[in-house]
């Protein structure tokens, strides 16, 4: 059974950084991709970031472009999110997602198989 499970969300201040890491197992495996999202009280969850796992191409949301980073550690099946110069708007939710094939796109949240169950981000003004 797949699981994902993230870790390092926190309170931080404006223009401050966090530094998120997702963890998947249960699989023999590579997947085919692995993503970020995020989800703000009353709206809906929303495309963040995206790493393919053959080549490490990434993927951003235009909104984090410069912002944020993904990475990727093989081995390990583990994908971290860098976060910089925070804003409050960046509070949420983030989800960590998981895929075995690709379907097309990288950010929507429908094509992803596996997600974890979140960790919370406040940026404080």
């Known amino acids: 059974q797949v699981q994902v499970v993230e870790s390092g969300g926190g309170l931080v201040q404006a223009g401050g950084s966090l530094r998120l890491s997702c963890a998947a197992s249960g699989r023999s495996f590579s997947y085919d991709a692995m993503g970020w999202f995020r989800q703000a009280p009353g709206k809906e969850r929303k495309f963040v970031a995206a790493i393919r796992w053959s080549d490490g191409n990434t993927y951003y949301a235009d909104s984090m472009k410069g912002r944020f980073t993904i990475s990727r550690d093989n081995p390990k099946n583990t994908v971290f999110l860098q976060m910089n110069s925070l804003k409050p708007e960046d509070t949420a939710v983030y989800y960590c997602?998981?895929?075995?094939?690709?379907?097309?796109?990288?950010?929507?949240?429908?094509?992803?198989?596996?997600w974890g169950q979140g960790t919370q981000v406040t940026v404080s003004s």
């Open positions: 997602a998981a895929r075995t094939r690709f379907r097309g796109t990288y950010y929507g949240v429908y094509e992803y198989d596996y």
